[in-house]
């Protein structure tokens, strides 16, 4: 699981998932990523199944990046516990993703191998996405 190896504050707020990706919204490394269409928290755990997916479906033939790392606490309270006491302690990692946002890149395999493998790995993510190609960034025009 991916989990940042030290923060500066051990609990976060919950925060605001508000407006569009302002960063991270283009295709950089790959030929084809996966757009995220609606704010979420992604998980540790949501990211790994991602990776596991994508990777059986190419046989690791080809290279796949993760544009988005959980870097942020989630606490839970105890089951059965009473109100008060405080916070709760740190229950897993989640990675803050806004509409637009490239959450995977695929390269150096073929489009129908590609686009097969995203479409798989969209099952199990929670929020609605699509696969976009790489565009040059001057013109706009696809880039194979």
Do not use: C
């Not at 707020?13 to 407006?19: L, S």
């Not at 991270?24 to 997916?53: D, M």
């Not at 080809?62 to 059965?80: L, M, N, Q, S, W």
């Amino acid at each position: 699981m991916l989990m940042p190896k030290r923060v500066k504050h051990r609990k976060q707020f919950r925060g605001r998932m508000k407006g569009v990706a302002g960063r991270g919204n283009t295709v950089r490394f790959g030929e084809y990523g996966l757009q995220a269409l609606e704010p979420a928290w992604i998980t540790s755990r949501q990211i790994e199944a991602v990776r596991r997916t994508i990777m059986r479906h190419i046989r690791r033939r080809g290279r796949v990046y993760i544009r988005i790392f959980p870097d942020k606490p989630v606490t839970k309270r105890a089951a059965e516990s009473r109100m008060g006491k405080g916070k709760g302690s740190v229950d897993h990692w989640v990675a803050v993703v806004r509409p637009g946002r490239i959450m995977f890149e695929m390269g150096g395999t073929d489009g129908e191998t590609a686009l097969e493998a995203l479409r798989l790995a969209a099952y199990k993510l929670p929020i609605a996405t699509k696969v976009v190609r790489r565009t040059d960034p001057i013109s706009g025009e696809e880039v194979s």
